[in-house]
């Protein structure tokens, strides 16, 4: 059995960009695809998931647009705008650099300090 | 709908998305969850619930958008409002004295603000006012006179082309009569020259200004018309423009009529503008308007156009001081020197007022606040954060304040008219107050200070974490006294300050009665002026006064017959004879002159019975009789003034002086044969005011008025009781005499109380308007301040309930309780008025030099007293109630 995570503030946006990033998507889809690619270990529902679409899209990093879903119905998909890229790419340097000095951090024994 | 409603709806039009958007968009996610959930087995209810629990209601997801695109903080601000109007109207004698504290303060410093906007910043209509000097030149020995240069034609042309000049406009004011109708009608005319259009560039009424065509061909007679002239004598006819008036018996074209606020100009205020005549214009008179090339500074202008003032100078001699230079002023100046000073003054009255009806908010909102701890308490307890507590504090305080600046600038409409009624000829005719963009804009940056300022230290204050354990403690009515000390420094600083206002009103009343009593030499009661204008423009009947005999024997004649009026006990007769301003200054010859000072007097002209008329004392001598007064020459009276400064005073009589200067100015003068002949003095009068009520009587002469003799002249009528109502039998003795002739209306000329020529000098009206104006503000800030004095004990008295029912039951006596109750209040009011007298000993100093009167230390310590009394009241009224709590009801609250 896997343990549901808890994101750090601020890092679902992170994730809806980079779910957006494979491809447009609606709403529910990112969801969706945060959720698979997490091995369903995230809890991103309550709520707080269209607040990081909205926050998203008024910052001009993602776009919407009425489209049509796989079930034939009016669905808006978002998309990654250009300045969208490039949020997503240094998110993700700055991301990684900070996992890392805390990864290297925590991995410390006693003897090597 | 209201503000907050109306700025959320253009926010939410700026929104990219509207709400059906969001709504079907969270509509088709919660379908799609459901629907899935569906495919796992999960029944359609349950389904439907869980989708609910994840992701939100439908309803609330608007709101998340809402929030995150920054409109949160609107919708919180609109209940806010609403909460605060809801809150005033459920305390509606909290509300009512609030918003009339703020109404007074924000309605006084609006109106102060609109009349210094009128009258100092913007009071012209005129284009490029800023950059239109007056040609004034300062004799060095009287620094503080105003003195205009005034030019010919060729002069005024030779400084229209002078480099830092831009345009230069030529007028002249000149009295004349509208003819052709049953009797003459005096009005003012003045002519201008032909770039009266291009200079002015105000938009007339309708029709034209005076443009450069119109003096083509030897000039064209056309006239245009005063605002107010238009509305008396052709009722506002919007036809008007093409019809012909008949002025000075010729024929002119009306072709405009000038706006309301076209009041040209400070001089005297034209009726009709008439085209400058260009022949003859040489010896014409121009006064000069100067309008400056822009980025011209004043000292650059005067040093280049002083050399060419000194050659024009020199073309007539006697006419210029001795020791002078150019100082050119902008239009505005001579206003400035008048009023600026004073509107100053008054606004800082209205701004000491505004900040005690700012305190005094303060006051009642920490008293209600204390009511409102059990609320704030449970807000706190479900979460509200401080922040969050004292915006809402803010708002509401800001509801009273907009309210109150609401009713303070409809009240300050009429309250900016005040200083116009009381003293009107202190302001430019032009100044029309109203309530413009600049004003509004004033007014709600005021309401707004004025909010944050009163509602700020009370939201502070209420908001704090510490006074969570009121929540526990509500109503016991205990309430610790430490806790009032917080609010007296409220009262103390609303009564130094409004101890500031009363002295400074006591200074101005003072300095208005010292003003009163000064002596002025002479006896305005019971006198009347009555002037006649001769008809000079008839040449029929000027032709039977042109002589000097017969103008004399013609004013001699209507003096005889007014004389003759029952009541009527003196009347004497004169020519620009009138205190407190009087008679023109010459140079004068004194036999035996010791120092080589030029001395200069003001020459008056009347007849012997003048002295009698206005109860001017004869000091020495004799005036002349009645020979002596038809033949005008050789004899002369003088002032005390004039003796004391320029003869030894015992040898005064019989010292002989010449004036060589009277000779006739214009083609209506006459003069005796021997005018600027050496004349005996005869006689010393009194010292009567000859110029204005600030300044020290100058030295004058007085001299038979048959000497040099004018188109006008002047009777000076004492009257028993009120010279008014003798007023219709005086012009029918007149018609009995002359019945074509008129009584003049204005000018010179006019018809008026002496009293009325006594109210209409500057200084006076000045005085009266600042001491009406201060009593009225320190009135209503004594009111104030009272009324916080009052809410502060009221309040306090009330939530200590509980400790006085102890204290009574416990057997204190009841005038130790009394003065528990108030004592905070007493306290604070005693250091406000310790504050408040250091404060005054200082800018008592600097407000004595401005109000150029001395410090009154009786007016303050009148005031001290009267506010501390009034303060002593105000506390025991309510810790009245302090003693009549009955111990067992109190203690009933445990």
């Not at chain 2, 209205?350 to 704030?376: D, K, Y």
């Not at chain 2, 309430?479 to 002295?503: D, Y």
């Amino acid at each position: 059995l896997t343990k549901p995570v808890e994101l750090p503030q601020g890092t679902l946006e992170m994730l809806v960009l980079k779910a957006v990033s494979l491809g447009p998507l609606h709403g529910y889809g990112i969801l969706l695809r945060i959720q698979q690619i997490s091995g369903e270990r995230l809890e991103i529902l309550q709520g707080s998931f269209y607040t990081a679409v909205y926050r998203l899209e008024r910052r001009g990093w993602i776009k919407g647009e009425w489209g049509e879903s796989e079930n034939n119905r009016r669905a808006r998909f978002y998309s990654l705008t250009a300045a969208g890229t490039r949020q997503l790419r240094s998110e993700t340097e700055k991301w990684n650099d900070m996992t890392a000095v805390v990864a290297g951090i925590l991995a410390k024994k006693a003897d090597e300090v | 709908m209201n503000f907050s409603g109306l700025i959320r709806k253009l926010w939410q039009s700026r929104l990219p998305r509207t709400s059906r958007d969001v709504e079907e968009e969270f509509q088709f996610t919660l379908e799609s969850y459901q629907n899935d959930l569906m495919d796992q087995g999960v029944p359609e209810e349950e389904a439907r619930r869980k989708a609910r629990i994840d992701l939100g209601q439908l309803a609330g997801q608007n709101e998340t958008y809402r929030r995150v695109m920054g409109l949160r903080v609107l919708d919180e601000l609109s209940g806010d409002v609403r909460y605060g109007f809801r809150g005033l109207r459920r305390n509606p004698g909290f509300a009512t004295v609030a918003m009339l504290s703020l109404a007074l303060g924000i309605g006084a410093t609006t109106a102060m603000f609109s009349l210094i906007y009128a009258v100092l910043l913007h009071p012209f209509p005129y284009a490029d006012a800023g950059r239109v000097m007056n040609l004034f030149y300062l004799d060095e020995e009287r620094p503080d006179a105003i003195n205009f240069v005034s030019l010919s034609k060729p002069q005024f042309d030779l400084l229209s082309q002078a480099p830092p000049v831009d345009s230069v406009l030529g007028f002249r004011p000149a009295e004349m009569e509208i003819t052709g109708g049953a009797l003459p009608e005096d009005v003012l005319g003045m002519y201008l020259t032909e770039n009266a259009a291009s200079f002015l560039g105000v938009r007339p009424l309708l029709g034209r200004n005076i443009e450069r065509s119109d003096a083509e061909n030897g000039g064209h007679s056309v006239v245009v018309l005063n605002y107010q002239f238009w509305l008396r004598r052709f009722g506002g006819d919007p036809h008007v423009v093409g019809q012909t008036l008949e002025i000075n018996h010729a024929p002119y074209t009306v072709i405009g009529v000038m706006p309301r606020n076209f009041a040209f100009n400070d001089f005297a205020v034209g009726d009709v503008y008439l085209l400058m005549p260009a022949a003859g214009a040489s010896i014409l008179e121009y006064l000069p308007w100067i309008k400056l090339k822009p980025n011209v500074t004043r000292a650059a202008a005067n040093s280049a156009l002083e050399p060419l003032v000194r050659e024009f100078s020199k073309e007539k001699s006697g006419r210029l001081p001795e020791h002078w230079h150019l100082a050119l002023q902008p239009i505005i100046w001579t206003f400035q020197q008048e009023v600026g000073r004073t509107l100053k003054l008054l606004l800082g009255g209205v701004l000491l007022l505004l900040m005690i009806g700012c305190a005094n908010c303060s006051i009642l909102l920490l008293a209600r606040g204390r009511a409102r701890h059990h609320e704030l308490a449970i807000r706190k307890a479900i979460g509200a954060s401080r922040w969050r507590i004292v915006r809402q504090l803010l708002v509401e305080a800001m509801v009273i304040s907009c309210t109150g600046a609401v009713l303070g600038v409809a009240a300050s409409y009429w309250l900016a008219k005040l200083p116009l009624l009381l003293a009107p000829k202190s302001f430019p005719a032009e100044s029309v107050i109203r309530i413009n963009a600049p004003v509004l804009a004033f007014s709600v940056a005021v309401a707004l200070l004025c909010g944050l300022l009163f509602g700020l230290v009370p939201a502070l204050r209420l908001s704090r974490r510490d006074s969570a354990p009121m929540f526990t403690a509500r109503n016991t009515g205990v309430t610790s006294a430490v806790a009032g000390h917080r609010w007296s420094f409220l009262i103390t600083a609303q009564v130094a300050l409004t101890l500031l206002l009363m002295a400074t009103a006591g200074t101005a009343i003072q300095s208005f009665v010292e003003l009163l009593r000064a002596p002025l030499g002479y006896d305005p009661a019971n006198v009347m002026q009555v002037g006649i204008r001769l008809h000079f423009r008839v040449p029929a009947e000027w032709d039977r006064v042109q002589s000097r005999e017969a103008r004399m024997t013609y004013i001699e004649q209507i003096r005889d017959k007014i004389a003759t009026v029952p009541g009527v006990s003196q009347i004497g007769t004169g020519t620009f004879a009138t205190p407190p301003y009087s008679g023109n200054e010459y140079p004068v010859e004194i036999d035996r002159t010791v120092n080589g000072e030029q001395p200069k007097a003001r020459i008056i002209m009347v007849d012997q019975r003048y002295f009698v008329a206005l109860g001017i004392p004869q000091l020495q001598g004799r005036a002349w009789d009645q020979d002596e007064n038809n033949r005008g020459d050789f004899i002369a009276v003088v002032n005390q003034a004039f003796a004391a400064k320029y003869l030894s005073q015992s040898a005064a009589l019989g010292r002989r002086l010449r004036i060589s200067g009277l000779t006739p100015r214009n083609r209506f003068q006459v003069t005796s044969q021997q005018s600027t002949a050496w004349r005996q003095i005869i006689g010393v009068v009194g010292d009567a005011r000859n110029d204005g009520l600030e300044h020290p009587v100058l030295p004058a002469i007085y001299l038979p008025y048959t000497s040099v003799m004018d188109s006008y002249a002047q009777f000076f009528v004492r009257t028993q009781g009120d010279p008014q109502t003798y007023l219709q039998t005086i012009r029918a003795a007149i018609a009995s005499v002359a019945p074509d002739q008129q009584v003049g209306n204005g000018g010179l000329a006019g018809t008026f109380t002496l009293n009325e020529a006594l109210q209409r000098a500057p200084q006076y009206s000045a005085q009266r308007l600042l001491s009406i104006l201060f009593s009225v503000f320190s009135a209503m800030a004594l009111a104030l301040a009272l009324v916080g004095i009052f809410s502060l004990v009221a309040y306090s008295v009330a939530q200590r309930t509980v400790e006085f029912g102890v204290r009574m039951a416990l057997g204190a006596p009841r005038r130790h309780v009394l003065f528990v109750a108030a004592r905070i209040a007493l306290a604070s009011t005693a250091i406000g008025i310790v504050i408040g007298l250091a404060a005054e000993s200082y800018l008592g100093a600097v407000l004595s030099r401005w109000m150029q009167n001395t410090f009154a230390v009786r007016s303050l310590f009148a005031a001290a007293v009267l506010l501390g009394v009034s303060a002593l009241l105000a506390c025991l009224l309510p810790a009245r109630h302090a003693v009549q709590v009955s111990p067992s009801e109190a203690l009933r609250y445990e």
